[in-house]
């Protein structure tokens, strides 16, 4: 079970639907709940700005400003908290930019929550929002991340799940990541793309020995292959979009990041453009 889990508090648009998803999730499995927010100011930032490293002094009206502003967004991610009904929970802010306060967080907890990224307009009296922090959180930490697309309904995260199975070290993690959500799933489609071109990893009986190994722990577990010129991330969303899941799990950059830009890659397939609650380990 998921015991420590850490959302991203930003003020952003999506901020919302991640909040519900995670507040929906600690109460789910009795787990401790941390907002984490970030100012976007290192302390070298903070240096240079009190003049403590020689620099000119320049006024701190501006980093003042952006610390009141994060400590607002926390009182409403308490308030929020408690109407969604979560009985263990705090709030922490962190003097760093977005994605080293969670990566620190992420430490001491089971999983992070963050949201699929969009073209937000900036957030007045916060520091410009980072891009790219699904994928660094995942890439970087050591802990699964739940991505939390737009508009995402107040849905159970234990309906159907589809998970992506390439016989990858990334996939054998998130799937033992997401093994709490797979257990209480409805149903699980352990689902392989073209398997027979990686005979050497799927052997004779493509995703048997997995399927068992989920079953083994109580998933209610069924093998989809797709043969398809699309797409291995294409593919499984087709699958998600089948079978009207509400998580899909998977192996986060398989390949080297080069490759993954080269080749589109299915990590940047998923985080840009799933529809589901997507759970991702490096």
């Excluded at 048997?208 to 043969?227: I, K, P």
Aim: proline share 5%.
């Amino acid at each position: 079970m998921y015991k420590t889990i850490v959302v991203h508090v930003d003020g952003s648009p999506e901020q919302e639907t991640r909040l519900r998803a995670a507040a929906r999730l600690a109460n789910e499995q009795e787990a401790h709940l941390v907002g984490s927010a970030a100012t976007g100011i290192s302390w070298l930032d903070y240096a240079l700005l009190t003049g403590s490293m020689g620099a000119p002094m320049m006024p701190e009206s501006d980093f003042n400003g952006v610390r009141e502003a994060v400590q607002l967004r926390l009182r409403q991610f308490e308030t929020a908290i408690q109407r969604l009904g979560v009985a263990s929970f705090e709030s922490r802010m962190i003097e760093d930019d977005a994605r080293y306060a969670l990566l620190l967080e992420s430490r001491y907890a089971d999983l992070v929550v963050v949201s699929r990224e969009a073209e937000a307009p900036p957030i007045p009296g916060l520091a410009t929002q980072v891009r790219g922090l699904p994928e660094y959180v995942a890439l970087h930490g050591a802990r699964p991340v739940l991505v939390v697309p737009a508009g995402w309904p107040d849905l159970p995260l234990n309906g159907h799940a589809v998970v992506g199975w390439d016989g990858s070290v990334q996939a054998i993690r998130a799937i033992a990541a997401a093994m709490p959500l797979l257990r209480q799933a409805e149903s699980v489609k352990l689902t392989l793309v073209n398997p027979d071109t990686m005979g050497d990893l799927h052997g004779e009986e493509p995703g048997a020995d997995m399927a068992l190994h989920l079953a083994r722990h109580g998933a209610r577990v069924e093998v989809v292959l797709e043969h398809t010129r699309d797409s291995a991330g294409e593919a499984l969303m087709a699958v998600a979009r089948r079978a009207g899941a509400s998580l899909l799990v998977t192996g986060a950059f398989g390949h080297s990041r080069y490759r993954e830009f080269v080749l589109g890659g299915v990590t940047r397939a998923l985080l840009a453009r799933s529809t589901s609650p997507l759970l991702i380990a490096h």
